[in-house]
């Protein structure tokens, strides 16, 4: 299983979803209705799961689960 594959898999999970309900191009806050407390519950999530760490300044700028799933990748190679 590819990185990616896993990273949308542990987005649904997070979010009560199949990896076939996400679309990679959902807004985080207007689609998927998460607001801050619960993008950063799936931050904290994701992170403990990757073994990643974010900077506020990556968390920022981000708007779809593409950009989500780009970033977690970005941290995995650092």
Known sequence: ???EVEIIKAIA????L????????ALLQEELNLGPIELND???DLSQKF???FDA???EDL????????LIEDNLLE
């Open 63 to 70: 708007k779809t689960i593409d950009d989500l799933i780009v």
């Open 1 to 3: 299983m590819n990185t």
């Open 51 to 53: 073994d990643v760490s």
């Open 13 to 16: 999970e997070h979010l009560g």
């Open 57 to 59: 300044v990556e968390i």
């Open 42 to 44: 799936l931050l904290s």
């Open 18 to 25: 199949t990896s076939e309900d996400l679309d990679r191009h």
